[in-house]
């Protein structure tokens, strides 16, 4: 059956908000946050090998924040003050054990295999607890509006901003593995690590207030 002149126009993508949706993502989203900031010190305490399933971690818990706001969960949980709080003591428990593990990661030649890396679940953990991701993901989401159907809008949004997390997380790992070269003396190691560590549990006390 052929398409009537509404469905097509509802159907339409506006490209001009595509790149709208692009620029806010990499404003918002790809600023430092408790989950950018965590894959840079440990791309840079572990390497991007060692931090792949905590990447992937990140992506899959980030991508659940998405889903929820592209279904409109979110609305309903962000104002369940219970909820928020859980969510808040979660991120804040997992970033400190996380933080302390960096700061006190060796430099990265005298790292052995058996020395304890950022775990997948410790990832999606984050990804899901992460103040920061539940703004900033409702914000980018609402920021433009790519079709006139509000089905394809979302779907299309949904598709759009799931590649956003995979690069933009993908990037900030890469930062980080890119400083361990650097970190192969001791003392220029263990100084680089604990300022990520500071800067990570920083970025996530921000986020705590922020979102509060």
Same mark, same amino acid.
């Given at each position: 059956m052929a398409l009537t002149e509404p469905h097509l126009a509802a159907a339409t993508v506006h490209w001009g908000q595509v790149g709208t949706l692009l620029l806010a993502s990499v404003a918002i989203m790809g600023s430092p946050g408790p989950a950018t900031i965590s894959l840079t010190a440990a791309g840079s305490a572990y390497g991007v090998r060692r931090s792949a399933r905590y990447l992937t971690g990140i992506i899959a818990g980030s991508t659940a924040v998405l889903a929820a706001v592209a279904t409109g969960v979110t609305v309903t949980l962000l104002t369940v003050p219970?909820?928020?709080?859980?969510?808040?003591?979660? &991120?804040?428990?997992?970033?400190?054990w996380l933080a302390y593990h960096i700061a006190t990661a060796p430099p990265v030649t005298a790292q052995t295999a058996t020395k304890q890396s950022p775990s997948l679940t410790g990832g999606a953990l984050l990804g899901i607890a992460n103040p920061k991701a539940w703004?900033?993901?409702?914000?980018?989401?609402? &920021?433009?509006?790519?079709?006139?159907?509000?089905?394809?809008?979302?779907?299309?949004?949904?598709?759009?901003?799931?590649?956003?997390?995979?690069?933009i997380n993908t990037a900030w790992l890469i930062v980080g593995a890119s400083l361990a070269p650097l970190l192969r003396d001791r003392r220029r190691s263990r100084v680089v690590n604990v300022t990520l560590a500071v800067t990570l549990v920083g970025a996530t006390a921000f986020a705590v207030v922020y979102q509060a």
């Open positions: 219970a909820l928020r709080t859980v969510l808040a003591v979660a &991120s804040a428990a997992y970033i400190l703004v900033a993901i409702a914000v980018v989401f609402a &920021s433009a509006h790519l079709t006139a159907n509000a089905a394809t809008d979302a779907a299309a949004k949904t598709a759009t901003l799931t590649l956003m997390i995979i690069l």
